[in-house]
């Protein structure tokens, strides 16, 4: 199936998409900051630039968009254009070597979905505040 979006119309859209500051994250990252959790966010220093730092607990959480990062992605990546598949299969990947970086450098990981976020967000930050404890 060929894209309906011209070469440029589609380049447009996709810079619409934000990379950092998402509304999953900007949600999460007010319920922790209510629950009395300081953080640092999007640390480029480490790697996969995480979205939320506990730098004393070295502690990184991952905010992961449901489409972007392949969520359930078996059941639902035959419908796509081999581009998008592949693409969301190398990010799949970068992400799994981000948390092996991580977790070689003494840091432990969170990785959440959007869908988390919206649907059991104390849960979510049940999750990451118990994350933090020893």
Known sequence: MADRLTKEQRSALMGRVRQKDTA??????????RRGLRFRKNVKGLPGSP????????L?????????????????KEKLQPFWRAKIERNIERDARNVEDLEALGWRVVRVWEKEIKKEKDSVVDKVAGALKP
């Not at 999953?24 to 900051?33: C, D, I, V, W, Y």
């Not at 979205?51 to 070295?58: E, L, N, W």
Request: aromatic share 18%; charged share 30%; proline share 3%.
């Open 24 to 33: 999953p994250e900007l949600a999460l990252r007010s319920a922790l900051h």
């Open 51 to 58: 979205d939320i730092v506990f730098v004393k607990a070295k």
């Open 60 to 76: 990184a959480v991952f905010v992961d968009g449901d489409f972007w990062h392949g969520r359930d992605f078996d059941t639902w």
